[in-house]
């Protein structure tokens, strides 16, 4: 009886072992998994603390979209070294977005900084859409010019490694790298 006890026991936690999903990603302190997103490039994760507190209708459209898995397989369709890594456009080109309504601006005293992920738009400032950036540097002159809607606070060191190739004309980079995946990080692994 003990045997078959044990035996019982010993099953029930392995099933019990093997049914646990896997462990969520570490966040570093301070950041809440419900308005972060992971950014799975091929150099290794990115985590961008996305900010509702300062564009709560730009999170939320980013959101929608994370959770869609609208920008997978995404590229970096403009890149510019010293500047900024641009992506979020379905066509490539630059000139694409989502079904999702245009935004209207959202802007703020945040300063671009490095890190800072910041709302692309054309030069209607009520017509930001899915494309966003990513700084590499400091360009105060975007500042309140710009919707920001986030930053990264970890893997910055993956985003410096997205390719900065040669443009063709309409300033796309040739052979662009990525989004490998862009997840929520409550359901990041």
């Not at 019982?8 to 049914?19: P, V």
């Not at 809440?32 to 985590?47: F, M, R």
């Not at 379905?90 to 671009?112: I, K, M, Q, R, V």
């Not at 443009?167 to 990080?185: R, S, Y």
């Amino acid at each position: 009886m003990i045997r078959r006890s044990l035996l019982g026991l010993a099953l029930g936690l392995l099933a019990a072992t093997i049914s646990v999903p896997a462990a969520a990603i570490d966040l570093p302190a301070g950041v809440d998994a419900k308005h972060a997103i992971v950014l799975t490039l091929k150099s290794g994760k990115v985590i961008i603390k996305l900010r509702p507190d300062l564009a709560p209708k730009h999170v939320a459209q980013i959101e929608t979209l994370v959770k869609r898995g609208f920008y997978d397989g995404i590229t970096f369709h403009r890149v510019i070294e010293g500047f900024m890594a641009q992506t979020g456009d379905p066509t490539g080109t630059g000139a694409g977005g989502s079904d999702l309504p245009n935004l209207n601006a959202e802007f703020s005293n945040t300063h671009f900084a490095r890190g800072v992920v910041g709302m692309a738009r054309t030069p209607d400032p009520n017509s930001a859409n899915s494309q966003f950036f990513i700084m590499f540097t400091d360009v105060p002159q975007l500042d309140g010019q710009y919707t920001v809607v986030g930053e990264v606070v970890a893997g910055m060191d993956y985003v410096d490694k997205i390719k900065k190739g040669a443009a063709n004309q309409g300033g796309q980079v040739v052979d662009p790298d990525k989004i490998v995946k862009l997840q929520m990080a409550a359901d990041a692994k």
